[in-house]
């Protein structure tokens, strides 16, 4: 009998639309419903004696936003335990992060919410105002439901295994200092930061291509091209992040003049924040990654790459207006960030301007495959306030193994003389450091990883933040950790990590 009660999505609409028609009132519930507890039960009771069919529409697990182990039941479970109850008549599965295609589909003469949506501004999604706009779009009205409240994501992350043990040990202990919602308000507080940001603009290409094997005769590896996406990477990812959690943000960088970049930077980039300059003898750095095609649930296959970027520093000219575009604001900004990727656009004496004149200096030096042994963060940095670093760049720097990482982390930080640092590890650890604490431990926060090239990226844009506002280095390094673990499931720099997402999945492992 329960099995019947669950619709198809693209079904779902012709049959609900023919029982209207018959003059019956369909009542709306949207949700998760990862674990259906006493409070759901109630709700949904409350709903169906508003009408003649309740349906339940419920966020396929691809979309759920919630933080790693979530959902903690599949789709066919969620589904199963909803159309098992008396008061539920039909269950659909939507294919769709928010609510508003479900309720497109179901056109609800009645939409129940919990009672903790009446106040929209609690609502970490923003997405409330959407659904009763498309509510009200068909007819409908919204009720606010709930006398008997519960939480599924306290009830799982108390007594479900959905955490390693050391995830959910360092979220536990979070929370006693961090509940979600001073998580929220401090994530909120970026908004007022003014930031300014320096860095490489790279544009990371993806070439899909098919391997068909050897070739006859020469021997060599043979693929068939299937498809190609441009990225915007490097510095200007960094800038899309950032612009997730601030309005105030300028960007200084240094770009060719090739015919294509101008449509690029104008779709990536806000007119007013384009502080670019532009060089005819530049070459716009372009990183091209041959790929196999993605197979889900496995991290993309990269084959080789390709890199257009220039052996030579940029002309004096333009280094000389760099430094000036730079002096003449830097005072203006509370963070300025420096994504150094040591493709030429940062040279000693802009270097040394930013050490010396910076309010708050936060620093991310990189190595690849194109500086290898050279953009090292000691050589050519003597102050940052908070810095990020890879396991790779600790050991350039001290130039040894084996060595103790938090050790030798501090004994960079204090030389550096930092307020924060952190040492990403991958899949290992993070090490977070900030003055007069103890040191921050998070392990991965998950391990469905898709592809590690941005990741690296994302903490650094909100680590940085976090830092200027002046968070505690666990709270700063979960957050690092949460746009990580975004970021590992976006191919490349496909699109830049959400604030909601990073709330809402952040808010839900803090839930004890």
């Known amino acids: 009998m329960a099995r019947t009660k669950i619709l198809p999505f693209e079904k779902a609409s012709a049959l609900l639309g023919r029982l209207r028609k018959r003059g019956k009132k369909i009542v709306q519930c949207h949700g998760t419903f990862d674990l259906v507890h006493p409070g759901h039960v109630h709700h949904l009771e409350e709903a169906r004696e508003l009408g003649d069919l309740l349906v339940v529409t419920v966020t396929s697990e691809k979309f759920v936003n919630k933080g790693p182990g979530r959902p903690f039941f599949n789709d066919q479970l969620r589904a199963r335990s909803l159309a098992a109850l008396s008061c539920v008549d039909y269950v659909v599965l939507v294919p769709h992060a928010a609510a508003v295609e479900a309720i497109d589909t179901v056109k609800p003469d009645i939409y129940c919410k919990g009672r903790e949506y009446a106040e929209t501004s609690t609502d970490v999604t923003g997405n409330i105002h959407d659904d009763i706009a498309a509510v009200k779009r068909h007819g409908g009205e919204i009720r606010y439901l709930g006398a008997v409240v519960f939480s599924s994501s306290k009830l799982i992350n108390n007594f479900f295994d959905n955490l390693t043990p050391g995830v959910k040990t360092f979220c536990k202990e979070l929370a006693r200092g961090c509940p979600p919602n001073e998580l929220r308000k401090q994530v909120d507080g970026f908004g007022k930061l003014k930031v300014l940001l320096i860095g490489d603009v790279i544009f990371d290409r993806y070439s899909t291509v098919k391997m068909q094997g050897l070739t006859s005769k020469n021997r060599i590896l043979s693929g068939r091209f299937l498809s190609e996406e441009t990225h915007a990477g490097g510095a200007l990812a960094i800038y899309r992040h950032i612009k997730q959690f601030t309005p105030h943000v300028k960007f200084i960088s240094l770009v060719g003049t090739e015919p294509w970049v101008a449509a690029a930077l104008q779709s990536e980039i806000a007119k007013d924040d384009d502080w670019m300059l532009r060089d005819e003898k530049f070459t716009t750095v372009v990183k091209q990654r041959y790929v196999e095609p993605l197979v889900s649930g496995k991290e993309m296959l990269k084959l080789f790459a390709v890199n257009y970027i220039d052996d030579t520093v940029p002309p004096g000219a333009t280094q000389r207006a760099l430094l000036t575009r730079i002096a003449d604001c830097i005072a203006d900004f509370d963070l300025v960030v420096v994504a150094d990727f040591g493709h ?64 030798e982390l501090e004994l960079l930080r204090e030389s550096l003389g930092a307020k924060y640092a952190w040492l990403t590890r991958g899949g290992v650890e993070t090490i977070g450091l900030h003055d007069g604490e103890k040191p921050a431990l998070c392990l991965p926060l998950d391990h469905t990883v898709v592809d590690t090239v941005g990741a690296g990226d994302a903490f650094f844009s909100v680590a940085a933040l976090a830092a200027a506002a002046g968070l505690r280095a666990d709270v700063a390094t979960f957050l690092g950790q949460l746009a990580g673990a975004q970021a590992v499931k976006i191919v490349g720099n496909r699109e830049p990590i959400s604030k909601q997402v990073l709330l809402k999945s952040g808010m839900s492992l803090l839930n004890f």
Do not use: K, W
Not at 365 to 380: E, P, V, W
């Open 344 to 407: 030429g656009l940062m040279q000693r004496e802009h270097r040394a301007l930013v050490q010396e004149q910076a309010p708050f200096f936060c620093l991310n030096c990189q190595t690849n495959s194109n500086n290898h042994g050279f953009n090292i963060i000691s050589r050519q940095y003597q102050r940052a306030d908070a810095f990020t670093l890879d396991e790779q760049e600790l050991l350039l720097s001290c130039a040894r193994r084996p060595i103790e990482f938090l050790h």
